[in-house]
Nanobody
Framework: QLQLVESGGGLVQAGGSLRLSCAASRSISSINYMGWYRQTPGKQRELVAG???????TYVDSVKGRFSIARDNAENTVYLQMNSLKREDTAVYYC?????????WGLGTQVTVST
């Protein structure tokens, strides 16, 4: 089993920054893929950023140049650094891990960007 716990969300003004953390209950060094997703009411959950075991990253176009994903295998944690936040970044952010063919999700952390 793998449990994921997100933290770091909150209320921030437009243009500000937040760093989200996703702490795993066990080692993530062998997990092939981990990612951050977000969801707003009435919309499907969307990929924000992903990172492979080898360190390759991917981002949705709307966050490129503003967000950065990183994984710290020693700390069993994946981070999402979010800069230049916009109102449209407001959402619940979820951490996901793909391990042994199964998806694991955290419960999410709310990010609210005010103008």
């Amino acid at each position: 089993q793998l449990q994921l716990v997100e933290s770091g969300g909150g209320l921030v003004q437009a243009g500000g920054s937040l760093r989200l953390s996703c702490a795993a209950s066990r080692s993530i060094s062998s997990i092939n893929y981990m990612g951050w997703y977000r969801q707003t009411p009435g919309k499907q959950r969307e990929l924000v950023a992903g990172i492979t075991r080898g360190g390759s990253t991917t981002y949705v176009d709307s966050v490129k140049g503003r967000f950065s994903i990183a994984r710290d295998n020693a700390e069993n944690t994946v981070y999402l650094q979010m800069n230049s936040l916009k109102r449209e970044d407001t959402a619940v952010y979820y951490c996901k891990a793909l391990s042994s063919g199964r998806d694991y999700w955290g419960l999410g952390t709310q990010v609210t960007v005010s103008t």
